[in-house]
Antibody, heavy 117, light 107 residues
Framework: QVQLQESGPGLVKPSETLSLTCTVS????????WTWIRQSAGKGLEWIGR????????HYNPALESRVTMSHDSSKNQFSLNLISVTAADTGVYYC??????????WGQGTTVTVSS | DIQMTQSPSSLSASVGDRVTITCRAS??????LVWFQQKPGKAPKSLIY???SLQSGVPSKFSGSGSGTDFTLTISSLQPEDFATYYC?????????FGHGTKVEIK
């Protein structure tokens, strides 16, 4: 049973970069798209983007595209999110996930990120 | 962006009730729709993918139907552990978008 675990700082200062990592265990890492989603009280659930494990294939939410970068490290079964120039509006719970049309959705437990000085 | 409209936004029901939640997409998304459940302070839990496929490990009291723009989630017999918020989400078009949720409360 594949499991996902987010990790990273819980507090980020305004204008700095939010960096999170998701570690995948218990299943295959290659051959899937891996996704970041966030949830805030103000905006609800928001899809950030997804990255494929082969090549440079990435899809980002246009609302965040100018600030988002995703990457992966197949040797560690990890993928990462960088969000630059954060503001209080980026505060929320960040989830990593895998959604496959053939096998459904698997979510990490989520990590809370607060943007504050 | 595809707009996902869920209804109702909340409902009160009793244990044993049959509950139906609907989700409408602003354009045809085929069957690229998921339903998930979320309890306060917890991560979402997937229930249905591809509009009608039951996620592994999820009890069969949950079922999904629909295609195109109109979808439903049905809970055949509501149990105490089912009181939660339910969301739909489309994944046919970028950016993926979510409904605003349906909160199922105890009557």
């Amino acid at each position: 049973q594949v499991q996902l675990q987010e990790s990273g700082p819980g507090l980020v200062k305004p204008s700095e970069t939010l960096s999170l990592t998701c570690t995948v265990s218990g299943g295959s890492f290659s051959g899937y798209y891996w996704t970041w989603i966030r949830q805030s009280a103000g905006k609800g659930l928001e899809w950030i983007g997804r990255i494929y494990t082969s090549g440079a294939l990435r899809h980002y939410n246009p609302a965040l595209e100018s600030r988002v970068t995703m990457s992966h490290d197949s040797s560690k079964n990890q993928f990462s999110l960088n969000l630059i120039s954060v503001t209080a509006a980026d505060t929320g719970v960040y989830y990593c996930a895998r959604l496959s049309h053939g096998s459904g959705y698997v979510w990490g437990q989520g990590t809370t990120v607060t943007v504050s000085s | 962006d595809i707009q996902m409209t869920q209804s109702p936004s909340s409902l009160s029901a009793s244990v044993g009730d049959r509950v139906t939640i609907t989700c409408r997409a602003s354009q045809d998304i085929s069957n690229y729709l998921v339903w998930f459940q979320q309890k306060p302070g917890k991560a979402p839990k997937s229930l249905i993918y591809a509009a009608s496929s039951l996620q592994s490990g999820v009890p069969s009291k949950f079922s999904g139907s629909g295609s195109g723009t109109d979808f439903t989630l049905t809970i055949s017999s509501l149990q105490p552990e089912d009181f939660a918020t339910y969301y739909c989400q489309q994944y046919n078009y970028y950016p993926w978008t979510f409904g605003h949720g349906t909160k199922v409360e105890i009557k």
